[in-house]
């Protein structure tokens, strides 16, 4: 499905990515993690087609991703960017038709109803009752769940996820992705998500990969990924590694350093 061949990606000769190689097969969820500025979103971008790599390849389906039309990319690729929508005077049923446009002509016709595949994204999303509202009265959680359903709308066989649980508060963090891990199930889809929160990769995700300062450092199961050695070489900080009670995945908790002035001391 994703194919990266020593990829990489410079801009203003600075180095953002370096030398990627790596396979992500059709079907499965993968999270890429890693610290801010990274590369994550850089790597999103180079799997959307929307950027080239600067030498070497990133393959869709064993084609470069920057040589598909925009239109006949987006028929099988979707992509929720971070932030979700911004304001707009469309109500939510409008822009969830939005995600029909790669298959309709001209006229903005297409051969199939769209509206059975609306509705029930409506629903898996919780938005029915938010149907006719506009985009610009909902709240930053509320544009992000249309978001997501937009894409739903879309059908894709490749779902690009940059950092979906923005805005989100906890219940809705995990609601979400509980939907997104569904219908990738469901439906065999294959998808990519950028994710901050490691405890919420290491749960969903079947692998991770991990960037740090443009380079691939690891990329597995992550009973592999998450452990004390990589947190603190990737991200510089001390934590604790625990099994989930109930799951089993692997856990994170951080500590703070021993001078921290946030440390309390039992008087």
């Given amino acids: ?30 999270g890429i993690i890693g610290p801010n500025g990274a590369g994550k ?22 084609k470069a991703a920057s040589a598909y039309g925009r239109k006949e990319l987006a028929k099988w690729v979707a992509v929720l960017q971070q932030g979700g929508l911004d304001p707009a005077n469309f109500t939510v049923r409008e822009v969830l038709a939005f995600g029909r446009y790669p298959f309709q002509n001209w006229l ?6 769209p509206e059975p ?6 629903a898996l999303m919780g938005l029915t009752h ?4 506009k985009i610009d009265r909902l709240s930053g959680g509320e544009r992000q769940r249309v978001a997501l359903a ?8 490749l779902l690009l996820l940059d950092e979906p649980t923005t805005y989100l508060d906890i219940g809705y963090q995990v609601g979400l992705l509980d939907t997104v891990k569904r219908w990738q199930q469901d439906e065999r889809i294959t998808v990519v998500a950028v994710l901050h929160d490691l405890n919420l990769a290491a749960h969903y995700c079947d692998k991770l990969l991990v960037l740090h300062e443009g380079r691939l450092v690891a990329f597995g ?15 510089g900080t001390k934590a ?14 951080l500590q703070p350093s021993a001078d921290s002035s946030i440390v309390q001391t039992r008087g």
């Fill in 150 to 157: 937009k894409v739903m709308v879309q059908e894709p066989r």
């Fill in 221 to 235: 199961a992550p009973s592999e990924i998450i452990e004390t050695g990589l947190i603190d070489r990737v991200y």
């Fill in 117 to 122: 595949l609306i509705n029930r994204a409506l």
């Fill in 1 to 30: 499905m994703i194919e990266a061949r020593n990829a990489a990606r410079t801009i203003d000769g600075s180095v953002i990515l370096d030398s990627l190689t790596f396979t992500m097969e059709q079907g499965g969820m993968y």
């Fill in 41 to 62: 979103s850089t790597l999103l971008r180079l799997m959307s087609g929307v950027d080239s790599p600067t030498y070497g390849e990133l393959l869709l389906e064993g």
């Fill in 108 to 113: 903005g016709e297409e051969k199939r109803d």
């Fill in 130 to 133: 938010l149907a006719e509202r």
């Fill in 240 to 253: 604790v590694v625990v099994p989930h009670p109930v799951t089993g995945v692997p856990q994170l908790l």
